[in-house]
């Protein structure tokens, strides 16, 4: 498997930037992990929409789905052209509302997933942890080849997502404040407990993603270096990591 990094701001995108975005490549397919603002653009630098095996929404919070519609509009004129291609997207059943916004718009099938699914895209078995945030949230973990790839979505820190994502060989993991900062109010995990997120995991690799606008990023590693010894890199866009 392949992860190219699509965007990594938290909540809003900084200038030409995009907010979540992952896309996960594996045997000549792709599924995209997320769909936030800027998303769409940087997608086609790589793949066209109608070329895609499936798309992941982890939880509808804007920074996550702002570009959902547009994907969905890509499909829907490429059925207008004669195209058959239905993309599935998979996302969690809650809020409801938002849920339903994007049902029933041809040349995409909505599919709920819920803590505990799992299923098969692009060759790569995917499954799917709940988090701790203010909206229903799930923690991916994908596995081809036997190589693991884990990615926590938006959480504060607890122990049992170590569990979920034990044993990744790359982990992208949310580092939304800094070391010494407080993010479980907000459902958020500061840099010192995504490394140590990392560390109880055991994983490989640790990226770190849904970077803040304020502060030196370069600090953001130092903090989850406090506690995970392996290999830490921040996440910006274009990056491609093996898996
Ligand atoms: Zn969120
Ligand atoms: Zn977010």
Redesign the pocket.
Known sequence: MRLRVLGFW??YPEADGAT?GYLLEHEGRSVLIDCGSGVMAKLLRYVQPKALSACIITHF?F??VADLGVLQYALLLNSFSGGDKVLPIYAPRTPEALYQQYEGVRGSELQPIADGDRLKAAGVHFSFMRTRHPVETLAVRAQADGRTFAYTS?SQFFPELADFIRGADLLVAEASVYAGEDGTPAGHMNAEEAGRLAAEAGVGRLLLT?LPHYGVHRELIDGAARHFHGTIALAHTGACYDV
């Open positions: 938290g909540a979540a919070h920074d996550h938006d849904h």
